[in-house]
């Protein structure tokens, strides 16, 4: 006899099981895969990951924060969605990666793209999925150095490419005779060589790049961005500074300028040797666009600190960036970290704690029960997928 409420849901056309399923959190849908083969094929399948991400992207980010605890000796990788206006809900998942060797106190985390970060101390580089605890290691980079030389990671960048379907990592690193970079740039009077490395989840090997580089590479907190394709740093050519990209799809390097009139005391680069009045900055991604948010230094001479942001009208020229914001007066802000909701900026204090700060009011600055080590804290906006790392595609 059959029940009144209906045929099983198991039966339903897969059309209509498709928009009831694409609805639910990767965690039930993992769950769903074992009901049976049916469902499992479905959920598995290249069409239904791709629809339930792009789902996601429209409505289902959240915030995720890695940073580092000091006093208990561990890196931890959280969510935090609203519960209203007023706070962020904190969703605390298990840290994908602790082997011995990695630096869980340097540990960056870059992204992510299609619900892939990628997690890197400069020396070990992983690929994470966190909503299904997936996590690979990539394979040590086979090309050895020169005799008696070592070599220094200076960037890494993770990506998409659109066109042969599948993840990318670049690391940008120089070689050196064997001793510090700074001892060997002061003993010879020249900056060693650069070179890149492109890693392929899809074949899981790397290449030796063909490209040369000449830039001299400069670490700037929270300043490294995956935007429409290509990844961002920060560089300095023989001319000036600039945005360095790298197209994931074309595999080309490109220069982006700066807007002129966004640098009248010189950048902060972190060296011994920068000016007192120098300004710092990071990139974000703002309303679609590139944003470049120049901020002047928290341990400077004074106490007050400036928030501009630079929007680039239209991406790679120059004579498109508009100054859009201007916040102030702020104080103790140690680095911006990314945008959020196109409305705000999410900021790292000199204690060590994430707050945010609307573009429009510094005075509705909002603080968080969220703290790590300084300069450890990293956020980025982020979509659960399903997209699997074995496959090596999406």
Known sequence: MESDSGPPIQNLPEDVL???????PVKSLLQFRCVCKAW???IKSPL???????????NNKCVMVNRFIKDENKNMISYHSHDDKESLRVVEVPYLLEPPRFDLEHAKLLGPCN????LTDFCDIYLCNPATHECKKLPPVPFGCPEEHDYSTHYVGFGFDQTTNTFKVIRILR?????????YVRRYDVIPPARAELYYLNSNSWREMDAILPWNFYYCPCFALLFKGSFHWHA?????????????????FREIEYPDEANPDGFGIGLALEPANARRMSLVSLNNSLAL????DPFGQTLEQVIDIWV???YGVKESWIKNFSIRPLFGIRCPISSWNDDKLLLESSSGQLISCPLQDSAQLKEYDIYGDQASIGAVIFEESLVSLSSGTN
């Open 18 to 24: 498709t928009e009831i399923l694409i609805r639910l």
């Open 293 to 296: 948010v120049l901020y002047s």
């Open 48 to 58: 239904f990951i791709n629809i339930h991400l792009s789902r996601s992207r429209m």
């Open 40 to 42: 499992c094929a479905l």
């Open 175 to 183: 070689w050196r005779p064997d001793g510090e970079y700074l001892d």
């Open 115 to 118: 619900g892939i970060i990628c």
């Open 236 to 252: 300095n050519s023989e001319s000036s500074d600039c945005i360095l990209s790298f197209d994931m799809s074309t595999e080309a």
């Open 312 to 314: 680039m009208m239209e």
